[in-house]
């Protein structure tokens, strides 16, 4: 954290100033206060490469919060690397080598494998929306803290933001067909999935998202997953794989997070904490819309460099479910672990289930409008 001095105007009146003739004292004018005005800066580094699209949507957070903020606070962001790696992010930011950041709490899996439960969850929410409803109003808020508090003593703040959609199941160079074929494959994916494919027999490797396309392209991959359509496309995932493998449930609701260290955001103004937390809902919202708009055009543009983009397979759908039942009965052995899952299941079939017996089938509408006809 640094401070910066605004500049501010000066002005005096010194001894005698003549008007008219008639001389004036300076002690019959009253003298103007001189501004002193200081801009807060915080060093904000995401997790994200430079040119992904999530690097991208920190930096919505961050101008959301600069543009409200003015002169008296600013987040200067970092792309991942630029002083730490992506997974040591955390860290940085409870030391204080960093201000804070911008990631997913899976990254932290490596300390407790219960902060995938606030970032890559089993797929039982609806969607990720449903994962930050259950966090702001189900109790997550309180189970986090007391992750981040009394489990694992990091000295952070923190905000959930950011639904994302259902990630793909990945890229394959070779097309996967049945969950026999998992088996002894080289694969990435971070989080609780690393657990839910160790389980179907693949051989897992946890890497940041900049590392995985070199990994890949040396063979020391055979296949990874990393997100989405933009930030796999802008990545290379078409240079070095193409079969591209749409829907799973091994990420079916993620969300971003946002970090600062503890000890300096309780030293920042009461109004300054609170940009800083509700930018993360305003940036939360724009976040899914630009979504919406970028994610649909550029897994055409995947389409049209030669990729071939399939669904997953139901068998594969499936297994991945049956593996599910098998992670979290093993890790719910973990006292702290069982609480959060018994959180998100009671919300689960209150919330969820409301919304699947309240909403109209999407499918329906849109195959009634947009199939075509023989």
Same mark, same amino acid.
């Given at each position: 954290m640094?401070t910066k001095?605004?500049?501010?105007?000066?002005?005096g009146f010194?001894?005698?100033i003549?008007?008219?003739?008639?001389a004036?004292?300076?002690g019959?004018?009253?003298?103007?206060?001189?501004s002193r005005?200081q801009?807060?800066? #915080?060093?904000?580094?995401?997790?994200?490469p430079?040119?992904? =699209?999530?690097?991208e949507?920190a930096?919505?957070?961050?101008?959301r919060?600069?543009?409200?903020?003015?002169?008296? #606070?600013?987040?200067?962001?970092l792309?991942a690397g630029?002083?730490?790696?992506? #997974?040591q992010?955390?860290?940085a930011?409870?030391?204080?080598?960093?201000?804070g950041?911008?990631?997913?709490a899976a990254?932290w899996?490596?300390? !407790?494998?219960?902060?995938?439960?606030?970032?890559t969850a089993?797929?039982w #929410?609806?969607?990720?929306n449903s994962?930050l409803? *259950?966090y702001?109003?189900?109790g997550g808020?309180?189970?986090y803290?007391?992750?981040l508090?009394?489990v694992t003593?990091?000295?952070v703040?923190a905000?959930l933001t950011?639904p994302?959609?259902t990630q793909?199941?990945?890229?394959?160079?070779?097309?996967?067909?049945t969950?026999?074929?998992l088996?002894g494959?080289k694969?990435r994916?971070v989080?609780l999935?690393?657990d839910?494919?160790r389980?179907m027999?693949?051989?897992?490797? =946890?890497v940041a998202?900049?590392?995985?396309v070199?990994a890949?392209?040396r063979?020391l991959?055979?296949?990874?997953? /990393?997100? !989405?359509?933009s930030s796999?496309?802008?990545?290379? /995932?078409?240079d070095?794989?193409?079969?591209?493998?749409l829907?799973s449930?091994h990420?079916?609701?993620?969300?971003f997070e946002?970090l600062?260290?503890k000890?300096k955001?309780?030293?920042?103004?009461?109004?300054?904490k609170n =940009?800083?937390?509700y930018?993360a809902?305003?940036a939360s919202?724009?976040m =899914? *819309?630009?979504?919406?708009?970028?994610?649909p055009?550029?897994?055409?543009a995947?389409?049209q460099?030669?990729?071939?983009v399939?669904?997953?397979?139901r068998?594969?759908?499936e297994?991945?479910?049956k593996a *599910?039942d098998?992670?979290?009965q093993e890790l719910?052995?973990d006292?702290? /672990?069982k609480?959060?899952?018994?959180?998100?299941?009671? *919300?689960t079939?209150?919330?969820?289930?409301f919304?699947?017996?309240?909403e109209a089938?999407d499918?329906?509408?849109y195959?009634?409008?947009f199939?075509?006809?023989?």
């Open positions: 640094t001095k605004a500049s501010a105007s000066r002005r010194l001894g005698k003549a008007l008219g003739g008639a004036v004292t300076a019959t004018l009253a003298s103007p206060q001189v005005a801009t807060t800066v #915080f060093r904000f580094q995401s997790t994200w430079q040119r992904d =699209i999530f690097h949507m930096g919505d957070y961050v101008k919060v600069n543009e409200m903020t003015g002169t008296r #606070f600013r987040l200067e962001l792309a630029a002083v730490v790696g992506a #997974f992010m955390q860290d930011v409870h030391s204080g080598s960093l201000d950041g911008h990631g997913v990254y899996y490596g300390k !407790n494998k219960a902060y995938s439960l606030f970032g089993p797929p #929410f609806g969607d990720a994962l409803a *259950w702001y109003y189900g808020e309180r189970l803290n007391e992750l508090n009394d003593k990091v000295n703040v905000y950011g994302m959609p793909p199941f990945g890229w394959f160079k070779n097309a996967i067909t969950p026999e074929q088996r494959l694969y994916t989080g999935a690393a839910l494919y389980a027999g693949a051989a897992v490797t =946890i998202g900049g590392e995985i070199p890949l392209e063979g991959l055979d296949a990874a997953e /990393f997100n !989405n359509p796999d496309r802008v990545l290379g /995932f078409p070095v794989a193409k079969n591209y493998m829907q449930f990420q079916k609701v993620e969300c946002v600062f260290n000890a955001f309780d030293g920042l103004p009461a109004e300054i =940009i800083l937390k930018a809902e305003a919202s724009d =899914i *819309w630009k979504a919406h708009d970028r994610y055009r550029d897994l055409q995947i389409r460099a030669g990729v071939r399939t669904s997953t397979p068998p594969i759908l297994a991945q479910l *599910w098998t992670v979290i719910s052995a006292a702290y /672990f609480k959060v899952v018994d959180s998100q299941r009671a *919300w079939q209150r919330v969820t289930g919304f699947l017996n309240y089938s499918s329906l509408a195959n009634h409008f199939a075509r006809r023989g």
